[in-house]
């Protein structure tokens, strides 16, 4: 029996955001809320900011992790971790100094994370990453819920993992898009720690059910003790 424990991230884009407050209270069992920031420039999409994070803040103990899809993260992502974000996720290639950035995150009290789109490599971003708390791999092309998984780019994943376990990255593997219960046991036997599930865990009839067996569904295709 493995002891390793998948952390699950239900991301609140595919929630109903006119009863934002239920609906987080809905997830107990989540580890992490995940909580997507677009600006209609980075990607095509116009969500959530900063006011609706402040407002759902008070209103959990779940840790929130902030995935900004905006340009110009140097200058936006510090407000986001000053709020009380648990995890602010900027994208690399929107970020001019991730180093710098991650280091503002980091004195302003929250873990850094860095993302990489389905296309990007991860080669460049190693150095980089040792700066980091989080790498988050995409696993559809940011800007909307419900897309279909890109398996390809668990290739990355299990880089990342081997990066890891030899100790050269110190970094949480996560992976957002298109996760659910037919796609999270490659993910998580590719080596992935943190998953995302939007339209898998609000689409379902109980989201805190939902977690659940998604959660077991990753342990049992894991092969992990950690
Ligand atoms: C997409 C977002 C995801 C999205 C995932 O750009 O970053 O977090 O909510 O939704 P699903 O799980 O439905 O693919
Ligand atoms: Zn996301």
Excluded at 7 to 23: G, H, N, T, Y
Excluded at 34 to 55: C, E, Q, R, S, W
Excluded at 76 to 91: C, K, L, M, P, R
């Amino acid at each position: 029996m493995s002891t390793f424990r998948p952390l699950i991230a239900p991301s609140i884009l595919s929630a109903d955001f006119a009863r934002l407050a239920d609906e987080v209270e809905a997830v107990p069992g989540a580890d992490w809320l995940h909580v997507d920031v677009m600006d209609g420039h980075f990607v095509p999409n116009l969500t959530i900011g900063l006011p609706v994070v402040k407002a759902i803040l008070p209103c959990t103990k779940t840790p929130i992790d902030c995935h900004l899809m905006i340009d110009d993260p140097d200058r936006w992502a510090i407000g986001y971790a000053e709020a009380g974000a648990y995890n602010v996720t900027v994208h690399v290639e929107a970020a001019r100094d991730p180093v710098a950035l991650a280091a503002n995150l980091h004195a302003a009290g929250a873990r850094a994370g860095l993302s990489i789109k389905p296309g990007t490599p991860l080669e460049p971003y190693v150095e980089t990453l040792r700066h980091y708390d989080t790498l988050l791999v995409m696993s559809v092309e940011p800007g909307f819920g419900g897309q279909e998984f890109i398996a390809d780019v668990l290739a990355k994943v299990r880089t990342a993992r081997r990066l890891v376990d030899t100790g050269h990255l110190k970094v949480l593997v996560e992976i957002d898009g298109g996760i659910n219960a037919d796609t999270i046991g490659q993910a998580a036997e590719a080596g992935v720690d943190c998953f995302v599930a939007g339209s898998a865990v609000y689409g379902a009839d109980d989201p805190d059910r939902a977690i659940s067996a998604l959660r077991d569904l990753a342990a049992n295709a894991a092969h992990r003790e950690s």
